[in-house]
């Protein structure tokens, strides 16, 4: 033990600070890994933790009917299947002149206001009996400027026609979890008030029930004969489906950049580990000649490294905890209560440990073998080296070459073979990730990816399309297609009141986005979307029963317009011809909206058309995706920073394998210049050896990096779901290559500059 003892001391007294530092960069690698798993646990969890904040609802009961009265109310309420409920009103003002500010949910009763509040951020929630209060959402503070005290106006028509305007004063701040819109919820005490002024409006209800979204379908059946008719009902799991797709995109998207930055980033440290360990075997056969046994010379070259070992686990815990306030990220980071300095102790001293026993047993197993093997008597040259040689090609190349792809033995051991796999992932993964990025890209700039066929869509607040503005607009050049839809808030399908579009052609052709099968073109077929087709158990092809037990034939899988209640996978679409057999007895006021879907021809004078539409009081709206598809954007940094960091990882361990082979072939190098090798063919060897490790990277990664970019896209795409398209990152995959050989020899010139400038008398006469 006093000889292990006296080596080690021995060993730190002049490696101490390499040692630190090795442990500095293990540590560094580990806590950007922790950082993102915590980032990726984080975002599994954050929906369910907010959603438990909340006194939650299975259900919407949604009939949007001023005949909807206290007395239905109460007899949901009281059904069998529903444990709690919450009735609020859609009251008809504006808030603020502002139309994306209206209207706000009201509840109308102290149990609902209870049973509707968010989570709160600031101040308070309005007093029961005060009116006059109302609390506003994050967003409404950011992009409105409101804060606690502020007041705002609501104006509006009363039932019979006087103008109204009273004002809400802000008394609290709520989480707001959507990128855009804006919230805001006032007191119990607003309803009565509100009514008393004429403000119309209507009342729906929130509910839980017993069975949780097993019990929807039976809710349907006993809501729709308390009404009298079938109500939509939203399902606020699917909701909450879309919601959890967005996060779980986004955790597992920090799970593999923190597995990347492992390999990466693990690889480097343990080629420097393994090199400082081997470093000291220099002292080898002093300590054998004195009668060391191998377990001595083994914890000899072993122990310094629990230098590493004990920093490492240091500075990788101070690294994450330093960078947990940028995590979560996108649609995750809105959902969490508890953004900034975040402790993930489980991850952090499993983090810690895997690094102290990897950086421990790494050394270990590094003396062990290097006891054992000795040093190296033999090289087998490579075969390029030898064809190189063989070639004829310049003296330089062929050096160059072998110095690329011959490791060597022992001292004179290069990590080539760590700066070739370096290269190629760097290479892949940089590909990899910009042509990923291109499908985000793709699928955020072309709405059709996501069912968007329409530029602009006409739909009124109340009634029916306006017949002289639509008939202007339908003879207008400037419009290529337009398709006439009506949403119906429920339609009758297999027993279950599912949202559905009808639709008929009124210029030209616009078809609708078909995932599979085709368009419903008779009044006995029906299209899907992918999430109630999943829903409903079905398939194209199967059959299904509406009212009358109407026989209807899936015939597709579609993407849908979005509505104030469904995304865009989900409801039916039906001809417009068979809206009357499938919904007999309709209430046009109550039961959905009409809709004109207006494409643009090219070239065409759009702002122009929409100014005249505005004229006659109906302006278009531009299209806009779907929400979930909008939180792709999110993401849209993710592969970036991966991407880059994985170009790093490539520089580095390049870097590291030119500066070590000057070190280490300094021999050899210097018997070439006393052989006659100039210090102009010192400087070219040394940068075609990174230019061939660079090419190589560039032939292998590129085309596995489209490939692999492309493979991770499409199961997202299919996920989603969107119309998948190959990516492909063209400006990135074409500039890659010259710049990777640009980087290479820039990288190249400080160590070929040290070759150039050997002293072979020197060099020779010291070994």
């Not at 994050?138 to 026609?161: H, K, P, V, Y």
Request: proline share 7%; glycine share 10%; net charge positive.
């Amino acid at each position: 033990m006093a000889a292990v003892r006296l080596w080690v001391q021995a060993d730190l007294r002049r490696r101490w600070l390499s040692w630190a530092v090795l442990g500095v960069l293990a540590g560094l690698v580990v806590g950007l890994a922790a950082a993102g798993a915590v980032g990726a646990r984080q975002s599994s969890g954050v929906v369910d933790a907010y959603d438990a904040r909340l006194s939650g609802f299975d259900a919407g009961v949604l009939p949007n009917d001023p005949a909807f009265d206290v007395a239905k109310q109460r007899a949901v309420a009281d059904l069998p299947e529903v444990t709690r409920a919450a009735p609020f009103a859609i009251m008809f003002v504006n808030a603020a002149g502002n139309d994306d500010f209206w209207p706000g949910l009201v509840p109308t009763t102290k149990q609902s206001a209870r049973l509707m509040r968010d989570v709160l951020v600031d101040g308070r929630y309005a007093a029961d009996k005060a009116p006059h209060e109302a609390v506003v959402d994050e967003n409404a503070r950011d992009q409105l400027g409101f804060g606690i005290g502020s007041r705002f106006a609501l104006t509006g028509t009363s039932d019979d026609g006087k103008r109204i305007r009273t004002y809400l004063k802000v008394v609290g701040i709520t989480k707001s979890v959507t990128p855009t819109g804006y919230g805001w919820m006032p007191s119990p005490a607003f309803y009565e008030y509100g009514t008393n002024l004429g403000i119309p409006s209507f009342t729906n209800m929130f509910v839980g029930l017993r069975q949780g979204e097993a019990g929807i379908e039976q809710l349907e059946g006993d809501v729709a004969r308390i009404a009298g008719r079938p109500v939509n009902i939203m399902n606020t799991a699917d909701e909450q489906r879309a919601i959890h797709n967005s996060t779980d995109l986004e955790s597992q998207g920090l799970w593999l950049f923190a597995l990347a930055v492992l390999l990466g980033g693990g690889t480097l440290v343990a080629q420097a580990l393994a090199r400082s360990v081997t470093t000291g075997a220099r002292d080898l056969p002093a300590w054998s000649a004195m009668g060391a046994d191998r377990p001595t010379l083994v914890a000899g070259l072993a122990l310094p490294g629990l230098v590493t070992a004990l920093v490492a686990p240091v500075v990788a815990v101070f690294v994450a905890v330093v960078l947990s306030p940028r995590f979560p990220i996108g649609v995750s980071r809105r959902y969490d209560l508890h953004l900034g300095v975040n402790a993930d102790w489980t991850v952090l001293l499993l983090g810690a440990l895997i690094a102290f026993l990897a950086i421990a047993g790494g050394s270990t197993l590094v003396a062990i073998w290097r006891v054992r093997s000795g040093e190296a008597r033999a090289v087998r040259p490579s075969t390029v080296g030898r064809l190189a040689t063989l070639s004829g090609a310049p003296p330089a190349v062929a050096i160059g070459t072998r110095l690329a792809l011959e490791p060597g033995r022992g001292r004179r051991a290069v990590p080539v073979r760590s700066a070739l796999i370096g290269a190629i992932v760097g290479v892949l993964g940089v590909v990899a990730c910009f042509t990923f990025r291109a499908g985000i890209d793709d699928a955020t700039t072309r709405p059709e990816r996501s069912g968007i066929v329409w530029d602009s869509y006409l739909a009124p607040e109340d009634g029916p399309l306006p017949a002289k503005p639509v008939a202007a607009l339908l003879a207008d050049s400037a419009v290529s297609s337009a398709v006439r839809a009506r949403w119906v808030r429920s339609v009758t399908f297999g027993g279950r009141s599912i949202p559905t579009w009808a639709t008929a052609p009124a210029k030209g052709d616009m078809q609708w986005v078909v995932l599979s099968g085709r368009a419903p073109r008779g009044p006995d077929e029906v299209a899907l979307g992918p999430a109630t087709m999943s829903e409903l158990g079905l398939k194209v092809g199967d059959h299904t029963v509406g009212v009358h037990r109407t026989r209807l034939t899936v015939v597709g899988e579609v993407l849908l317009p979005e509505s104030p209640h469904t995304g865009y996978t989900d409801g039916a679409w039906i001809p417009r011809s068979a809206l009357a057999t499938l919904q007999p007895n309709r209430d046009r006021r109550v039961d959905g909206y009409d809709m004109l879907l207006v494409r643009w021809r090219p070239g065409a004078d759009v702002k122009g058309a929409s100014a005249a539409l505005a004229k006659q009081g109906a302006p278009p709206s531009p299209a806009e995706l779907p929400l979930q598809v909008q939180a792709l954007r999110q993401t849209y940094s993710l592969p970036l920073v991966l991407g880059v960091f994985l170009a790093l990882l490539a520089v580095a361990t390049l870097a590291h394998a030119l500066v070590t082979t000057v070190r280490r072939r300094r021999h050899e190098l210097a018997v070439l210049r006393a052989l006659g090798f100039t210090r102009r063919q010192s400087r070219l060897a040394i940068a075609w050896q990174a230019t061939l490790l660079i090419v190589i990277g560039l032939v292998v990664g590129v085309p596995l990096g489209v490939v692999f970019g492309r493979l991770v896209w499409r199961s997202l795409a299919v996920s989603f779901p969107l119309v998948y398209t190959p990516p492909f990152a063209l400006l990135a995959t074409v500039l890659v290559v010259p710049v990777a050989l640009l980087v290479a020899n820039l990288l190249a010139a400080w160590p070929s500059r040290r070759a150039s400038r050997i002293q072979p008398a020197a060099v020779l006469r010291s070994e």
